[in-house]
T-cell receptor
Framework: DQQVKQNSPSLSVQEGRISILNCDYT??????FLWYKKYPAEGPTFLIS?????DKNEDGRFTVFLNKSAKHLSLHIVPSQPGDSAVYFC??????????FGTGTSLTVIP | ETGVTQSPTHLIKTRGQQVTLRCSSQ?????VSWYQQALGQGPQFIFQ???????GRGNFPPRFSGLQFPNYSSELNVNALELDDSALYLC?????????????FGSGTRLTVV
């Protein structure tokens, strides 16, 4: 039972443009949502998170939007840079002792 | 500040064997979580250890077991290995508190069961 879904396995964006990565979830009890970035041969690296009581969180070029009614969150990267090319995972948790991950979206930023 | 270290990095085992994977947590962290990432999938939560006790478990059979030591390092043990156990095993350490906690991931152990 996949409680967190990333329906786009890959995304290509031109350098300088906006990258939008999407994630859907089914469990309305999730209270935190996180985005991770993963390079080959490395573990996932935390990028940004958002509490379920907020609808937006911004950190530099990265912004996460949460739409609880639609059970949808998205990660915006503006402007996109070639170094952003990686696999991005969204994750969700209820209470912080179990995290559910999506299957990932591979982002390629074209110079 | 040291990061999360996992050993070994790669491992090949035969079906039916047992395996132990190790994880040293980041300095200052007291919680370790283990994940299994199959090819093309996201990490799947196996279990979490806090204060040397299991503090949550995903949908994995009892042949997946773990330990946490007083220095907060941890082991993942898998008995009676099956071919489907072939995956990347990730551990993440964090400082436990209620709510979302990002955790710091290690680079993983690639287990191949033949």
């Amino acid at each position: 039972d996949q409680q967190v879904k990333q329906n786009s396995p890959s995304l290509s964006v031109q350098e300088g443009r906006i990258s939008i990565l999407n994630c859907d979830y089914t469990n309305s009890m999730f209270d935190y949502f996180l985005w991770y970035k993963k390079y080959p041969a490395e573990g996932p690296t935390f990028l940004i998170s958002i509490s379920s009581i907020k609808d937006k969180n911004e950190d530099g070029r990265f912004t996460v939007f949460l739409n609880k009614s639609a059970k949808h969150l998205s990660l915006h990267i503006v402007p996109s840079q070639p170094g952003d090319s990686a696999v991005y995972f969204c994750a969700a948790t209820q209470g912080g002792n179990q995290f559910y991950f999506g299957t990932g979206t591979s982002l390629t930023v074209i110079p | 500040e040291t990061g999360v270290t996992q050993s070994p990095t790669h491992l090949i085992k035969t079906r039916g064997q047992q395996v132990t994977l190790r994880c040293s947590s980041q300095s200052g962290h007291n919680t370790v979580s283990w994940y299994q990432q199959a090819l093309g999938q996201g990490p799947q939560f196996i279990f979490q250890y806090y204060r040397e006790e299991e503090n949550g478990r995903g949908n994995f059979p009892p042949r997946f077991s773990g330990l946490q030591f007083p220095n907060y390092s941890s082991e993942l043990n898998v008995n009676a290995l099956e071919l489907d156990d072939s995956a990347l095993y990730l551990c993440a350490s964090s400082f436990y508190r209620t709510g979302g906690e990002s955790g710091t991931f290690g680079s993983g152990t690639r287990l191949t069961v033949v």
